[in-house]
């Protein structure tokens, strides 16, 4: 019988804590009574609604282990929690009371010879430690601070790799090799640490779309699948927002009413999937719904009414379901407190590319539509690619870049500064124009192609360095904010590397060609993005 005093943390609400789902999962452990604690609880006037001002005293009889009560707990950050096991009750236990000069037993042993619960070699066995003492509570300031002190570890293993290259000394090149496997170890040990399953933000949803359901009238259920899927901490705590965006564009935008569905031969009951998986280095999460799918005339009609079309543009429908992403972009025909305020779809994008994360839509008329996002597992440490402008070395994150091929501009009518690819023309940018760094003077040049806001764009550079081991540094509060830098790193020779923001170079740029080779933006608007050299 465990006794159990649980008191959330008061913001703990605001990060998506569903208290009442613990108490459902502790139910299902064993029997359980639970009384309100409401000693804190300030009147009326007084009480913010959005913290958490009661906690519950719980007794739960179980036979399962103390690991098992505490491991409901696990996520409950900063709560108060104090778990305290005694003895079950044997009032209806008829035990023949021993004669008198028999050795009695210890009630501990009388306890476990009696339950039934374990073999005799196990209740003969003595406790040499709580079962409780396999888990620990550990702040995320401090995993943080883990991971500083571990990527300063990796960038010291690469200075100690080139001076063992540049010595050529077996005996140190044995050491440096064991080193490098122990400190590879260590990170892989670190990122885990930071990692948690998904489920955590997943569970927030149900309430959203209960709510929401009410609010249009219309009947939803949301499913969820891959709640065990893992990613970065930092990463599940910036997905929150987004995710309820796109949930809300599902049902509001995508789910039919009642009576549609009955009429297109649909259950009246919409599905909005939320499902997540881990592919290689990337966490797909994925928000589909079996609504009527994405009106790509209704998106370019909008669109001409912007400006962000031409009244005789036809691009393909992929190019136009892109332009849901674009700012302050809605199909809604009247305001409302879900639809037609310009926030939504655009936030998402900037804060999945705020992450180096990419987004993708597919949709069928009248089958729905899905929006997958391409997320990376961890944010602390990624695989970056290493490019030379002049003297200067820039990191390029793997994930973005396409492919490189040799700088051939060609000569298009309008002016603009292009390439060719495989018969498509792909607007480029010359990174020693951008950063006003002086070029090394190579005639044979190189070109990165990568790829932002779901455009492609050429980054021109002397030289390509190679794939490395990128530990992130963040810059200062003055310099945090510049356009077109995501961070900084260290190399292995001491020397800082600026991280490039792609989908802000892009954005800076004013776009590029897209997927059918669409015209991009003239050689002044892409050439010299402003506020990038400074």
């Not at 079950?88 to 619960?117: F, I, M, W, Y």
């Not at 990191?395 to 292009?418: N, Q, W």
Request: some cysteine; overall charge negative.
């Amino acid at each position: 019988v465990y006794e159990i005093h649980f008191k959330p943390a008061p913001g703990s609400l605001r990060q998506g804590m569903r208290p009442e789902l613990l108490l459902s999962e502790l139910a299902e452990l064993g029997s359980l009574t639970a009384e309100l604690d409401l000693e804190a609880l300030p009147s009326l006037v007084a009480m913010d609604p959005t913290l958490c001002h009661i906690g519950w005293h719980i007794t739960l009889e179980t036979s399962e282990p103390r690991s098992s009560v505490e491991a409901v707990f696990i996520f409950a950050d900063d709560a108060e929690l104090t778990i305290e096991a005694r003895a079950k009750p044997t009032d209806n236990l008829a035990v023949e009371a021993p004669p008198p000069d028999a050795q009695v037993q210890p009630p501990a042993a009388v306890e476990a010879r009696t339950s039934g619960a374990e073999s005799p070699a196990a209740a003969s066995r003595p406790a040499t430690r709580s079962e409780g003492s396999e888990s620990v509570r550990v702040p995320a300031l401090r995993l943080d601070e883990m991971m500083d002190q571990l990527g300063e570890l990796v960038i010291a293993q690469s200075r100690l790799r080139q001076v063992s290259d540049r010595l050529a000394d077996p005996a140190l090149v044995s050491v440096v090799e064991e080193v490098e496997r122990f400190i590879t170890g260590l990170r892989d040990t670190t990122l885990s640490l930071r990692m948690l399953p998904i489920e955590v933000v997943f569970g927030k949803f149900r309430r959203v779309v209960r709510d929401l359901s009410s609010t249009l009238g219309k009947e939803v259920r949301l499913v969820t699948r891959g709640g065990e899927t893992e990613i970065d901490k930092n990463v599940i705590d910036r997905l929150s927002e987004p995710l309820v965006h796109m949930i809300r564009n599902a049902m509001d935008h995508g789910v039919e009413t009642a009576e549609e569905r009955r009429k297109a031969g649909k259950s009246t009951v919409a599905t909005v999937t939320l499902e997540a998986s881990q592919q290689g280095g990337e966490v797909l999460i994925t928000v589909s719904d079996d609504g009527r799918g994405l009106n790509t005339e209704a998106i370019r009609q909008k669109a001409v009414e912007r400006g962000l079309l031409g009244a005789d543009e036809r691009p393909n429908d992929a190019a136009i379901n892109e332009l849901i992403f674009a700012p302050g972009f809605s199909t809604a025909q009247s305001l409302s407190s879900v639809s037609g305020r310009g926030v939504g779809m655009d936030a998402v994008r900037t804060a999945v590319e705020g992450l180096r994360g990419k987004i993708a839509v597919a949709t069928r008329e009248g089958g729905g539509t899905r929006i997958t996002l391409h997320m990376p597992v961890t944010l602390a440490i990624i695989d970056g690619f290493l490019v030379r402008v002049g003297a200067q070395v820039f990191v390029i994150p793997l994930a973005a870049v396409e492919e490189c091929t040799e700088f051939a501009p060609v000569a298009h009518d309008s002016g603009r500064r292009m390439i060719e690819l495989r018969e498509h023309l792909v607007a480029y940018l010359d990174l020693a124009e951008l950063f006003a760094t002086p070029s090394g003077g190579k005639e044979a040049r190189r070109v990165v192609i990568v790829r932002a806001q779901g455009r492609r764009l050429g980054l021109v550079v002397d030289d390509i360095l190679g794939q490395n081991q990128t530990v992130i540094k963040p810059l200062s509060i003055y310099h945090k904010n510049i356009a077109g830098i995501a961070g900084a790193t260290i190399l292995g020779d001491g020397a800082v590397a600026l991280i490039l923001d792609v989908a802000g170079i892009s954005a800076a740029a004013g776009g590029s060609a897209g997927p059918g080779g669409q015209a991009p933006p003239a050689s002044g608007e892409i050439g010299r993005a402003p506020g990038l050299a400074a």
